[in-house]
């Protein structure tokens, strides 16, 4: 991501490329208002629909603030989609998360959150699920499969 820091100077969708999602989940964030010194993150509250929660990325909340975000986090109100708008702070983030010349995304939100600089916006009823293994693409595809035959004007889904 750190590669992109000279192009992107105005907020930008980011996608985790093994993720599907609802393409009207990125329409709504994408209407949401963000500053250039922030980063805002899908969160989904419907924690007990998660086909594979141990695997999931967790996220604590403060009120619409993110505080907390990881796999091991042990108290969380919210899991990560994947979807995040986010402002070019980010890369000063990740800059400033670096150790030994390597950090996480979740690395680079962390700073952001301890400045209070990261927000969540909730999907709610809307799908997405991460997609690691032929068992979590089989569910995904039976999910979003039922969803928009349930529902034919919402469209496909997005594979990003």
Known sequence: MLQ?????????LLLM??????????KRLLHQSISHDEAILA???????????????KVRLDGQHIVDIGKGIA?????DTGMFLCG???????ESAKTNGNCSLSD???KLARQR?????????AHWQDVDTPETLAYAEAIFDKHFRDNPVSGR????
């Open 75 to 79: 108290f969380y109100d919210a899991l």
């Open 17 to 26: 490329s093994d993720h599907l999602f609802e393409p009207q989940t990125a």
């Open 43 to 57: 969160v989904d509250r419907k924690i007990h629909t998660v086909f594979d929660l141990e695997d999931a990325t």
């Open 117 to 125: 600089k990261f927000r969540a916006f909730d999907i709610g009823t």
């Open 108 to 110: 680079g939100m962390r």
């Open 88 to 94: 070019p702070v980010i890369f000063e983030a990740l």
């Open 157 to 160: 889904f997005a594979r990003v």
């Open 4 to 12: 992109a820091k000279d192009l992107l100077h105005d907020p930008f």
